[in-house]
């Protein structure tokens, strides 16, 4: 895990062994009636509901990342659920707001082991390519009955979000602020079924849960999650959700980046008045497909039908006086490979174990010759962690993991978050002007 130890907007240093993260404060915002009953519309009654939007603080320019676009401005980065709110950043850049309900401990059930996960990667039907482009209608169709709507009830209201089948025992995966704090966890399927469910981990660090049916029908149809690193920027994307409490809502789009740096944190439960909850890290698929609070959860499948990603947050502009916020065609999505990573252990455990390098960074740059690099600067190592072992120095200026470049801490935090204990990465660095590389295998955070 990792430290923030200066505000990234201000100074920009972070360290390796804590998980905070400043964030804004952020609005609330109106969500369509849900399925579960017009007496209840979503947002419209409680804390939860319309409230003022303040205004962001303007930032710098988040640094450019592999294979995609530099953006920056005055932004807000909403966790893609439903009404409830929170406060985030980009990349320790770019300041931005959060909807629905973040982290608070949730209750724990009993948990199978990974064999009945793994049954999910041969149960869906996979969709065909045409050489004339995505056939969307055969991938909505095989997609949708693997995607569930979420109604979570909290002590201050309640929020909707989305989530995805992943087996066939009821085992379904979405976001850890969707569920974190729930009360009562009603899903709803696609052919109107509405059953309740248990909460088996939540791994507030990626953002990642698993829930499941108390009472699994049969016939479920889980999804089938793809390899998130094969993905490319331009690749044809479909988003699949409950957006603004409307189920069963597609959109299309494109990835617009890869690797990403997103850093997304959120008041426990959703309730600006609980305590912070843990940053979440993530090095986020982006997509120009319509995300809007609702879809957080929902998949981000390709054009065969394979999820590649979990869709998590946006970034908006800020909102009007009503307190709603959209889609401004900037989504960020999980990669599939750490959604499964991340999910397996929930289910096997109803925890998740974190890769560690060991190392407090901050953004820096260096000077080789006439060519300026920007990283993640070394400012600390702890004693004995993989970074040492590997010779790490204070003062290396870290610009690449595995082919993937590092643009400053909350990247290379991204980074490693998706990675696996034990796993041995390659890693790029300056020192003393010269570019150098070294193996580093990734120990355990405590």
Known sequence: ?????????????????????????????????????????????????????????????????????????????????????????????????????????????????????????????????????????????????????????????????????????????????????????????????????????????????????????????PAQLGDSDGVVVGQAVMAVGTPLGLENTVTTGIISAVDRPVTTTSESGGDPQQPEADAAYTSALQTDAAINPGNSGGPLVDAQGQVIGINSSIAGLATDESGTAGSIGLGFAIPSNTVRLIADQLIDSGTARHAFLGVSARDGSATTGDVTSTGAEIVGIERGSAAQEAGLREGDLITEADGVPITGAAALTGVVRGLEVGSTHTVRFLRDGEEREVQVTLTAAD
Do not use: F, K
Request: overall charge negative.
């Open 1 to 221: 895990m990792w430290n923030w130890d200066e505000n990234p907007n201000t100074q920009g240093q972070r360290s390796a062994d804590d998980d905070r993260a400043p964030g804004a404060d952020a609005p609330h915002s109106t969500a369509a009636p849900s399925r579960y009953g017009p007496d209840a519309p979503l947002g419209a009654e409680g804390p939860h509901g319309l409230g003022p939007q303040p205004e962001l603080a303007p930032s710098a320019a988040a640094p450019p990342a592999r294979r995609g676009p530099t953006w920056g401005g005055v932004v807000g980065l909403v966790l893609a659920g439903a009404v409830l709110s929170s406060g985030a950043t980009l990349g320790g850049v770019v300041a931005y707001d959060t909807l629905l309900s973040p982290s608070l401990a949730g209750p724990s059930a009993s948990a199978p082991s990974t064999a009945a996960a793994t049954e999910q990667a041969t149960t869906s039907v996979p969709v065909s390519s045409t050489s004339g482009g995505p056939d969307w209608e055969s991938v909505a169709s095989a997609v949708s009955p693997s995607t569930v709507a979420i109604q979570v009830s909290t002590g201050s209201g309640t929020a909707e979000g989305t989530g995805v089948i992943y087996s066939v025992d009821g085992t379904i995966i979405t976001n850890n602020h969707v569920v974190a704090g729930a009360g009562q966890i009603l899903v709803s399927l696609t052919d109107g079924r509405i059953l309740t469910a248990s909460v088996v981990g939540t791994d507030p660090s990626t953002d990642i849960a698993v829930i499941r049916l108390d009472s699994p029908p049969e016939g479920l149809q």
